[in-house]
């Protein structure tokens, strides 16, 4: 601090001219306060004539006009009394320096212990009358007022470099969070008397009370934290005041609260703004808000005599509370920093606008705002939970509402999937949310009818597509057109394309929303599609009767074989074996396949016929001749059927295979032949089983891998060739085994060629077969199929 002004060298009482100098005594005669000097004394007298005046018993001496209105022997008195001595002119640096020392009030006053004047602590303890107090003993000066010494403490606290680096702000906020006047602690640390002196002083200071243009001074520089320190400390005056113009007091005190509570909460408003543009301002409002909830915290935990409670308490918290409520539903409903996003109705930007802002507005909370606030405010749940509730009740109205189909499926999305999944898992949020418990964002039984009407309404969408996209197929069928070949097959994949990506999308866009709700639309699509494949088997059948003059008939029919391949790919993977959809869906499709397979083998059987009479014609002379014609023919039809995808083509040709020898095994049972020597018999089977070797050889290069039908004409030649009992009795077992739908009728049949054999050996043979029916027919039927007449 610089030098503190003298105050004028005339005193009060004080006749002009009288003998001046310094007020303190020279070096020599300096012994005050224990016994003055003669001049001293009557220099003391002569400026303070009071002093010497007797009081009255028990009362206290007078006291200097300066500190007179001051307690007796409190700090503030011990201040002011250092401060008189401080500002008398002309006195010497030494004497002042000594007088300090022998001060006993620096021993309890404000500026404390100085080291190095632990001496002083014996010396008071000599004084006779300690309830004298030094102070009243130095004469007082006539000075300037509290408001000049004030505005002259600020000016010399500017004039200096270093006070005003230390002072950039007005306020300051410690570490620890609380407001502190711009002086103090400033000269914490300063040694020497200088510094005391202004400790001290501003010590002084701050017992004065603090005037309205002063907090509005602060205010309008915006150092909140000042003003807020000073209306604290005006509200606290107002019980010592007399009842006179206390009411006037009063509404200037309210008059200047509401005006700071209208900046704090203005910046309080703007929390999410401020916290990244100006994070100092938002600091400074979030203290004074601390300050005020403590102040009403301790009137009411205190609830002294002289608390002034007509101030308190002012439920700063609680109007907190509703400007982060007002602050929340503002950014809420302000779309117009939320990008329009195309083919999105209102609700559903408004949705999109809604989670962004949430998103976006509790990460700042949580990285940036919570921090400044104590614990108790719950800072970030209370934002949490007006977020989540000015969310849920759009949700609610939006749902509540007439939406189309595309906005339920929004809905439902943020409901299910986007809010609890993209924004209560992020990184920042998660942990903060987990406890704040938000819940959904529509009751459970609102959620229910929604996903209702969106189940119906996207059953009722891919079941009207489905069948437009059948009834064009069929209209395809009748166009005078080859279908298109792919990899060399017959397709017609636009239906099966179609109908599948349709019901995957639609499974797969209300798994998006909840697997729940993918798998009852899963279930409800599988039930159109069954439906679906009724009608277009119907369809594949009055084509195939009313279409066979159709210059392409074959080709489509081929092609419509290969379409059911996509479907039963489609249900084996995708369906669940459970699902009784799954197995009419299947059904179905083998029906569709079955019917194909029977009119493109139709022809081939029909000329087959013929060809296989004449073994029974001929009785089995020429039967290499014959069976060469079988293959010929049969290998033109194969030719044709390749066309067929690989799975379907393998079908085609096994059932070409299991014909070509179920017709050789009829002209075997036709009884057109009867052999009585054992050597006729032997030639008969080696015809047999050369006739088995090459069909078997055709139709495995053909891709037929029904291996099962190969011993079955070997087995049939071997009985023929065996002419003992016993052997031909373990072969027919053998036989039997191998096919199990051989009856006693098959066996008769074909043991007429056999004609050495007696009625008994007949009957003994026979009796190794059981003529009844099976319970059910066997996997691989071959004797079943063959009608005795």
Not at 206 to 229: F, G, N, V, W, Y
Not at 359 to 388: M, S, W
Not at 553 to 566: M, T
Request: hydrophobic share 35%.
């Amino acid at each position: 601090m610089g030098q503190v002004p003298s105050p004028p060298t005339t005193f009060p009482g004080r006749p002009a001219g009288s003998p001046g100098g310094d007020f303190f005594p020279s070096r020599g005669d300096f012994s005050f306060p224990f016994g003055p000097s003669p001049l001293g004394e009557r220099r003391l007298r002569a400026e303070f004539p009071r002093l010497g005046a007797p009081c009255e018993a028990g009362s206290p001496p007078p006291r200097p006009p300066l500190i007179a209105g001051l307690p007796r022997g409190s700090a503030a008195s011990a201040t002011a009394a250092l401060v008189v001595l401080a500002v008398v002119p002309g006195s010497r640096s030494r004497a002042r320096r000594k007088m300090m020392k022998m001060l006993p009030f620096f021993q309890s006053g404000p500026i404390g212990i100085r080291n190095g004047s632990a001496g002083c602590i014996k010396v008071n303890g000599q004084l006779e009358n300690p309830a004298t107090s030094v102070a009243e003993q130095v004469p007082a000066c006539p000075g300037p007022s509290g408001d000049e010494i004030w505005s002259r403490n600020q000016e010399k606290m500017s004039e200096r470099p270093e006070a005003a680096g230390r002072t950039s702000r007005a306020s300051s906020i410690t570490s620890t969070g609380s407001c502190t006047s711009a002086g103090d602690g400033l000269e914490k640390g300063k040694k020497g008397i200088k510094g005391m002196f202004t400790t001290a002083f501003k010590k002084m200071i701050k017992t004065r009370t603090p005037s309205i243009k002063q907090i509005m001074d602060l205010l309008e520089k915006h150092k909140l934290c000042d003003a807020a320190l000073l209306l604290i400390a005006l509200e606290k005056s107002i019980s010592s005041k007399s009842e006179e113009g206390l009411s006037t007091r009063q509404q200037d005190i309210e008059s200047i609260s509401e005006i700071l509570k209208h900046k704090v909460f203005s910046i309080l408003k703007d929390s999410v703004l401020l916290a990244r543009t100006n994070p100092e301002l938002l600091q400074q409002a979030v203290e004074v808000l601390k300050e005020q909830e403590k102040e009403d915290q301790n009137c009411l935990s205190e609830n002294s005599p002289d608390q002034n409670l007509q101030f308190r308490p002012r439920k700063w918290k609680e109007l907190w509370m509703a400007t982060v409520k007002e602050s929340v539903e503002t950014r809420m409903k302000d779309t117009s920093h939320t990008p329009r996003t195309e083919n999105l109705s209102s609700v559903g930007q408004n949705l999109l606008h809604m989670g962004k802002t949430m998103k976006e507005d509790l990460t700042v909370v949580a990285k940036c705002i919570r921090q400044l606030y104590p614990p108790e405010f719950n800072v970030f749940g209370t934002y949490a939970e007006l977020y989540h509730h000015h969310f849920a009740s759009e949700a609610k109205k939006a749902a509540e509402s007439q939406l189309e189909d595309k906005d339920v499926y929004l809905l439902l999305s943020w409901v299910h999937n986007i809010y609890p999944k993209d924004m209560r898992k992020d990184p920042v949020l998660a942990e903060e949310l987990e406890k704040v418990k938000l819940g959904s964002l529509l009751p459970s039984s609102l959620s229910k009818e929604l996903e209702r009407k969106y189940l119906e309404s996207e059953e009722a969408t891919i079941k009207n597509s489905l069948n437009k996209c059948l009834e064009k197929e069929i209209e395809r069928w009748k166009e005078d057109k080859e279908p298109e070949k792919l990899n060399g097959h017959f397709q017609s994949e636009l239906l099966a394309i179609f109908v599948i990506q349709s019901i995957y999308n639609g499974h797969k866009r209300a798994k998006e929303i909840s697997a729940a709700l993918g798998d009852e639309l899963s279930l409800r699509l599988s039930r159109e599609l069954a439906a679906l494949l009724r009608s277009y088997k119907d369809a594949f059948e009055d084509f195939k009767e009313k279409g066979k003059k159709h210059r392409h008939y074959r080709p489509i029919l081929i092609a419509n074989i290969n379409n059911c391949g996509n479907f039963r790919d489609y249900a084996e993977k995708n369906m669940a074996e459970k699902d009784d959809n799954k197995d009419r869906i299947l059904s179905t499709l083998g029906d569709i396949e079955t019917s194909g397979y029977d009119v493109l083998l139709q022809q081939l059987f029909v000329q087959l016929k013929p060809i296989y009479k004449k073994f029974t014609e001929n009785k089995w002379d020429c039967s290499n001749k014959i069976m060469n014609e079988i293959i010929k023919t049969a290998s033109n039809h194969i030719s044709e059927l390749r066309t067929l995808k690989d799975p379907f083509y393998n079908v085609v040709v096994e059932k070409i295979h299991v014909r070509l020898v179920r017709d050789y095994i009829v002209r075997l049972l036709k009884r057109k032949v009867s052999l009585k020597s054992a050597a006729q018999q032997q030639n008969l089977a080696q015809s047999i089983s050369k006739n088995a070797a090459e069909l078997e050889d055709f139709c495995t290069k053909n891709g037929s891998q029904a291996t099962w039908l190969n011993s079955a004409l070997p087995k049939l030649a071997e009985i023929i060739r065996l002419q003992d009992i016993g052997a031909i009795k373990i072969e027919v077992a053998t036989l039997a085994t191998a096919y199990p739908d051989i009856r006693r009728r098959h066996l008769e049949a074909f043991l007429y060629i056999k004609a050495n054999l007696s009625r008994g050996e007949l009957r003994s043979i026979l009796g190794y077969l059981a003529d009844s029916t099976v319970s059910t027919p066997p996997s691989n039927p071959l004797f079943s199929s063959i009608n005795l007449s």
